[in-house]
């Protein structure tokens, strides 16, 4: 039996660096999606096109999208909160935009002064950009932020987040996401939550964004596994806080992450000591101040953990 394979996408470069007050210069984020390459991630999330006096750590975006583009096989991915962010991407030529829609008021509002359905709205014109566009092949997935509970207003209903996702598909987009932006999720609710919203898209919904801020973010991903789930976001290093938890851990790590998946038998190309590495040599080296996350690092890999690509004995 051929083994299943799995995606992850770093978002670190993205998620990591916009939670943090360092401004990493562009030759050091350079320096990280050319070791990310390396190690084998296929997906990179490599910034956010919004307007850099919101966001000075993105600032750098199109540069670190130019580099991105040179790497044969790499999927390019940017976050674009708006229809102007979507023309400055379309046109830097990424592959997959990300749109964070929240799926509580009180986020959207708070975040980008947006009701979760103008945010809908914004899909059906940003998707009218795209098809306005000759030749422009980009991808769009609606990121469904605050999926799983919302700092602001608590708890968010589950109907609510089926009827954005099956709203985000209606206006056009073609794939959709759940983010538990600020790590309230369980287990049982990502196997419900999953389960319902595949019930209104199915394959549609690509993939699922995990913080690791209570612990729970590998549980939540092998929820998402035995829904049959294929995609998921991790962050090198576990970088990405929660503004509303100081001190928290941020995403999961994608070293923890891409070592579960390659021990249960996934594959996912990536080479976990490779990553390991980068962590050591140019993450932590670049951000001495910031506080890294995860557990694989510690100790190492086992004796036991065959690399992925390799049969086993
Ligand atoms: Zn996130």
Same mark, same amino acid.
Request: include cysteine.
């Given at each position: 039996?051929?083994?299943?394979?799995?995606?992850?996408?770093?978002?670190?470069?993205?998620?990591?660096?916009?939670?943090?007050?360092?401004?990493?210069?562009?030759?050091?984020?350079?320096?990280?999606?050319?070791?990310?390459?390396?190690?084998?991630?296929?997906?990179?999330?490599?910034?956010?096109?919004?307007?850099?006096?919101?966001?000075?750590?993105?600032?750098?975006?199109?540069?670190?999208?130019?580099?991105?583009?040179?790497?044969?096989?790499?999927?390019?991915?940017?976050?674009?909160?708006?229809?102007?962010?979507?023309?400055?991407?379309?046109?830097?030529?990424?592959?997959?935009?990300?749109?964070?829609?929240?799926?509580?008021?009180?986020?959207?509002?708070?975040?980008?002064?947006?009701?979760?359905?103008?945010?809908?709205? @914004?899909?059906? #014109?940003?998707? =009218?950009?795209?098809?306005?566009?000759? !030749?422009?092949? /980009?991808? &769009?997935? +609606?990121?469904?932020?605050?999926?799983?509970?919302?700092?602001?207003?608590?708890?968010?209903?589950?109907?609510?987040?089926?009827?954005?996702?099956?709203?985000?598909?209606?206006?056009?987009?073609?794939?959709?996401?759940?983010?538990?932006?600020?790590?309230?999720?369980?287990?049982?609710?990502?196997?419900?939550?999953?389960?319902?919203?595949?019930?209104?898209?199915?394959?549609?919904?690509?993939?699922?964004?995990?913080?690791?801020?209570?612990?729970?973010?590998?549980?939540?991903?092998?929820?998402?596994?035995?829904?049959?789930?294929?995609?998921?976001?991790?962050?090198?290093?576990?970088?990405?806080?929660?503004?509303?938890?100081?001190?928290?851990?941020?995403? @999961?790590?994608? #070293?923890?992450? =891409?070592?579960?998946?390659?021990?249960? !038998?996934?594959? /996912?190309? &990536?080479? +976990?000591?490779?990553?390991?590495?980068?962590?050591?040599?140019?993450?932590?080296?670049?951000?001495?101040?910031?506080?890294?996350?995860?557990?694989?690092?510690?100790?190492?890999?086992?004796?036991?953990?065959?690399?992925?690509?390799?049969?086993?004995?």
């Amino acid at each position: 039996m051929s083994r299943q394979r799995v995606r992850v996408c770093e978002v670190g470069l993205r998620d990591g660096l916009q939670s943090i007050a360092t401004i990493v210069p562009t030759e050091t984020k350079r320096r990280l999606l050319d070791g990310l390459v390396a190690a084998g991630l296929a997906e990179i999330e490599v910034g956010s096109f919004v307007p850099p006096r919101l966001l000075p750590q993105m600032a750098d975006t199109p540069e670190v999208v130019a580099h991105a583009l040179t790497k044969p096989g790499l999927t390019v991915t940017a976050l674009v909160p708006n229809l102007k962010g979507a023309v400055l991407a379309f046109s830097a030529g990424v592959h997959k935009i990300v749109l964070p829609t929240s799926a509580s008021w009180a986020h959207s509002l708070a975040n980008v002064r947006k009701t979760p359905n103008e945010m809908i709205a @914004v899909v059906g #014109e940003i998707v =009218a950009l795209r098809a306005a566009m000759p !030749g422009c092949t /980009t991808r &769009i997935c +609606v990121g469904i932020s605050t999926a799983f509970g919302c700092t602001i207003q608590g708890d968010v209903d589950e109907a609510e987040v089926v009827r954005l996702a099956g709203a985000a598909i209606d206006a056009g987009a073609d794939t959709v996401a759940l983010a538990d932006t600020v790590g309230y999720a369980n287990p049982a609710q990502v196997r419900r939550l999953v389960r319902a919203v595949q019930d209104r898209v199915g394959e549609k919904l690509a993939s699922c964004h995990f913080h690791d801020t209570r612990g729970l973010a590998l549980a939540n991903v092998l929820a998402a596994l035995d829904c049959g789930i294929r995609e998921f976001d991790g962050a090198l290093g576990g970088l990405g806080g929660c503004p509303f938890a100081p001190g928290a851990t941020g995403n @999961v790590a994608t #070293e923890d992450l =891409a070592f579960m998946l390659n021990a249960m !038998g996934f594959e /996912t190309g &990536i080479d +976990v000591a490779r990553l390991i590495e980068l962590r050591s040599t140019v993450l932590a080296a670049a951000l001495p101040d910031e506080k890294l996350w995860g557990a694989i690092h510690r100790a190492g890999l086992p004796k036991t953990y065959r690399a992925a690509g390799r049969k086993a004995a």
